[in-house]
């Protein structure tokens, strides 16, 4: 049985008094008994911030990149030792922000993915196409070439205690979610590559979707079978938006 994990994607956004708020509102409304496990995302900035006020509450961290190298003349990157020491327990790799405004490649998200597990934290890989990509029908070819980018480095054990957001990049903060069944389908898909290579893998992997996934259309989209989870921009700067889709998972 796969618990669900949703995470907040708090991208670019807050300052330390709105974080200290959306935290607080976070903490009041946040109950153990949520069936999902619940993650946010601040900016790397915010994060010992968050990880004090969440102390104790299991409400978990995670940061949205990581660095490929560990330590040393890398201007700009966060290491995952020192994500780890601020208390962060995932890190978003692949984001398509990342890979689209940014240019990072399939090869790089991949020793991103390397350096997260190498350091103890928990990847969270993005995957998904753009909408010509996917109006040209090769999201399956797209999606799996950002898969196998881990696999070719690390292997397919290397997936063993990560996890895989489906984000289509046409679905991204534009309002347009993908259905329930364009999104199951490409989780399904994804589970049968991963099957291919490791049943048991395939079966306990936690496959998130995102992308305009909010209060209205969380429950329907977390019913399909192999969706698992998601991950939450816009909605998850909104406290009681995000506890909704918590309390759907
Ligand atoms: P969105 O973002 O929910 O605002 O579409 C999701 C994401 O980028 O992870």
Redo the contacts with the bound molecule.
């Keep these: 049985m796969r618990q669900p994990l949703v995470a907040g994607?708090w991208k670019m956004n807050g300052t330390k008094a709105s974080v200290e708020s959306l935290l607080s509102e976070l903490k009041a409304g946040f109950s153990d008994a949520l069936n999902a496990e619940v993650a946010v995302c601040p900016s790397y900035i915010f994060l010992e911030q968050a990880a004090a006020a969440l102390k104790g509450t299991g409400i978990a961290l995670g940061s949205q990149n990581v660095c490929d190298q560990d330590k040393g003349a890398f201007t700009g990157e966060v290491s995952a030792p020192m994500l780890k020491e601020a208390g962060v327990k995932y890190a978003i790799v692949g984001?398509s922000e990342r890979r689209h405004v940014y240019g990072e490649a399939d090869a790089l998200v991949a020793a991103r993915f390397a350096a997260a597990k190498r350091g103890g934290l928990i990847p969270i890989l993005c995957v998904g196409e753009k909408l010509e990509e996917r109006e040209a029908n090769i999201t399956e070819k797209v999606v799996a070439a950002q898969i196998d980018a881990v696999i070719d480095l690390l292997g397919i054990e290397g997936l063993q205690g990560s996890v895989i957001a489906y984000?289509p990049v046409w679905?991204?903060?534009t309002g347009k979610t993908a259905s329930p069944e364009q999104a199951q389908a490409v989780h399904a898909f994804i589970r049968a590559k991963l099957a291919k290579q490791d049943a048991a893998l395939a079966d306990s992997m936690q496959i998130l979707y995102?992308?305009?996934?909010n209060a209205a259309n969380a429950a329907d989209l977390l019913s399909q079978a192999d969706i698992d989870g998601g991950?939450?921009?816009?909605?998850a700067l909104k406290a009681e938006d995000f506890l909704t889709i918590c309390r759907a998972g």
């Design positions: 994607n984001h984000e679905a991204i903060g995102g992308g305009s996934m991950l939450i921009g816009g909605a």
